[in-house]
């Protein structure tokens, strides 16, 4: 075979077909590499805007806003371990540049709104990680004042910050991962920054992380501080989860980190996410199964796994359970027992429910948002 190689390069640099060919497999296995190697989502700058933006155009607008504040800068800071966590990572850069005025829904201020009800004595941290948005403080000029942001304000436990991926990472295990590009070039960017982010602001201060389309039902501040949840028989969910800022809880926030790292996939949505959690426990309480985790506490040594009735009662291939008035009793009942309820944004968004509907929703908006609830108008 060796002998016949000098004869097969002779005929392949006589034939120009296949020199012609062979060139064009170049370029294209040249230009894959060159694409996965550079690609970044058109998204990504939108997490990435200097943190001089903010300061040079403060003075450009109107006099009834202010610039929201960076919550590595801004006082009061979280208090480790006593701190309740929302993130908001969407984009919402307009064309020209200019800051965005700060905007959540109905749905977002009654999540924000319940932690803040039910846990008085935690201070509640809604980060915003995109674009620096400047908030309506009111005044003359104000024609359209921002009631839901007003409501979720009208709590004093309540602070509403921005921050910069690059300068948030600063100084953490993520700083030099962060740099590589893995993540700009995601294909579920935004879910996968509220990933990154959820770890690791468990890591810098520790305390609860709540996503945004959950409602609070009860006071958390006296579970014990290492805990999450399950949602299947075979996977932990991210929704809810809370670490000590110190000690056992602040080393699996650092075991979390290091997950995220070596097996972050920007193709697969979930698996840096409730991915990074579950295969965490399963190093820390020695098995795979589930149901073991909940059953033994010793086993896990102090991390707590919650049954799915705590955070997750209603799957989420059952989610118009809470906006359908005949499912009304069975939700109730299924949740009598559950901490915080998760309605699953991702499918109920389009959703919405007429104030005063007899859905599980609403009647937990009713009770465990009051003033969302009545901001939000006729539909909630």
């Not at 609860?208 to 501080?225: A, F, H, Q, S």
């Not at 995220?260 to 979930?270: A, E």
């Not at 959690?277 to 589930?290: E, G, L």
């Amino acid at each position: 075979m060796l002998l016949r190689l000098p004869i097969l390069a002779a005929r392949f640099l006589h034939n120009g077909r296949l020199r012609l060919l062979f060139g064009i497999l170049v370029l294209a296995l040249i230009g894959g590499l060159t694409y996965v190697l550079t690609w970044e989502n058109e998204y990504y700058p939108c997490f990435m805007e200097g943190q001089g933006m903010a300061t040079q155009q403060a003075a450009v607008e109107d006099a009834d806003s202010s610039i929201l504040e960076d919550v590595l800068q801004a006082e009061p800071k979280p208090t480790p371990g006593r701190s309740i966590f929302f993130h908001e990572t969407s984009c919402h850069l307009s064309d020209n540049r200019r800051l965005e005025k700060l905007k959540v829904t109905a749905r977002q201020a009654c999540a924000i709104e319940s932690a803040a009800l039910h846990n008085p004595n935690f201070q509640v941290f809604v980060l915003f990680a995109g674009p620096t948005y400047r908030i309506s403080t009111g005044g003359r000029n104000n024609s359209h004042p921002q009631t839901l942001v007003e409501a979720i304000l009208s709590y004093s436990n309540v602070h509403l910050r921005r921050l910069n991926l690059e300068s948030y990472t600063a100084g953490t295990p993520m700083e030099e991962w962060l740099k590589d590009g893995r993540l700009s070039r995601s294909r579920y960017l935004f879910s996968h920054i509220s990933d990154f982010l959820r770890y690791l602001t468990l890591y810098r201060y520790g305390g609860l992380y709540l996503d945004m389309d959950v409602v609070v039902l009860r006071n958390m501040e006296k579970v014990p501080p290492n805990y999450t949840g399950a949602e299947s028989n075979t996977h932990l969910a991210a929704g809810v989860m809370s670490l000590a800022a110190t000690g056992f809880g602040h080393e699996i926030a650092a075991s979390c980190l290091r997950d995220f790292q070596h097996n972050f996939d920007g193709r697969d949505w979930g698996n840096n996410g409730p991915g990074v959690i579950t295969r965490v426990a399963q190093k820390i309480c020695s098995t795979k199964d589930i149901g073991l985790m909940q059953e033994d506490p010793k086993r896990c040594m102090g991390f707590k796994v919650f049954g799915r009735g705590a955070f997750y009662a209603v799957p989420w291939k059952h989610w118009r359970d809470f906006f359908e008035p005949e499912k009304f009793e069975e939700t109730m009942a299924r949740c009598k027992d559950s901490y915080v309820v998760h309605v699953w944004n991702k499918h109920s968004s389009a959703l919405p429910i007429k104030q005063g509907s007899k859905s599980a929703y609403a009647q937990y908006a009713e009770q465990n948002c009051p003033r969302s609830y009545k901001a939000a108008g006729e539909y909630f």
